[in-house]
């Protein structure tokens, strides 16, 4: 498994995202295990969202809720997924958070959310 893919076991991880000019920008997220990299599960209108679809160089490194590194950060290329990859991530967040998870699973799936969270798939470099 790659250093990334790892990073899937983590509760949580720090995202880091370049704005147009460069600029880094970390956010503390949850993470999802997803094959070699790992996903993770926002808001579709959040910043993020836009600095990925404008720049797909990511750095993810470990970390606590607060966003305090806790290992080595490792690149990676983001990409937003499809539908389907989504509805399979909705599953995978609400087996991985329990009740958190659950919550954001059945809001997203019974009250026909879906329009409003986006998933980023995080490959290794």
């Known amino acids: 498994m790659t250093a990334l893919g790892q990073l899937g076991s983590k509760k949580y991880v720090l995202l880091t995202t370049f704005r147009k ?7 503390p997220v949850w993470v999802l295990p997803a094959g070699d990299g790992v996903a993770i599960w926002t808001e579709s209108k959040s910043y ?23 290992g ?5 290329r983001a990409r937003v997924v ?32 879906r329009d409003r969270i986006t998933v980023i798939a995080i490959d290794p470099e």
Not at 72 to 76: I, M, Q, S
Not at 91 to 103: D, E, F, N, S
Request: glycine share 14%.
């Open 82 to 113: 499809g539908d389907a990859e989504r509805d399979h991530f909705a599953g995978v967040l609400g087996r991985k958070y329990w009740i958190a998870g659950l919550a954001g699973m059945l809001r997203y799936k019974l009250l026909g959310r």
């Open 72 to 76: 080595e950060a490792v690149e990676g």
């Open 21 to 27: 000019d460069g600029r880094a920008v970390a956010t």
């Open 48 to 70: 993020k969202v836009k600095r990925v679809r404008n720049n797909p160089k990511v750095t993810v490194a470990p970390c606590d809720i607060r966003g305090n590194v806790r």
